[in-house]
Nanobody, 117 residues
């Protein structure tokens, strides 16, 4: 059983910073992709940032230059450093990991990020 435990969400003023963490545990090996998605009320879930096991990254245009994704393969953990936060960044943020070779994908339970203006 694979579990993803997220932490680091909360309430912050516009311009502030938060760092999200997501640790994967359980029967898991060789994670290919790790990423963060978000879903705001009334909107579809969207990709925020993705990082491969080789370190390649991909960001949504709306967060480029403000957010940084990183991972610690030894700890099966992915991080999202969010700087210069804006009210439109308010959403539930979900961790996602993919084991493409096995065809298995997992979601975290979500963590709320609220940015006040």
């Amino acid at each position: 059983q694979v579990q993803l435990v997220e932490s680091g969400g909360g309430l912050v003023e516009a311009g502030g910073s938060l760092r999200l963490s997501c640790a994967a545990s359980g029967s898991i090996s060789r994670i290919d992709t790790m990423g963060w998605y978000r879903q705001a009320p009334g909107k579809q879930r969207e990709l925020v940032a993705l990082i491969t096991n080789g370190g390649s990254t991909n960001y949504a245009d709306s967060v480029k230059g403000r957010f940084t994704i990183s991972r610690d393969n030894a700890k099966n953990t992915v991080y999202l450093l969010m700087n210069s936060l804006k009210p439109e960044d308010t959403a539930v943020y979900y961790c996602h990991i993919g084991r493409v070779w096995a065809g298995t994908y997992y979601w975290g339970q979500g963590t709320q990020v609220t940015v006040s203006s």
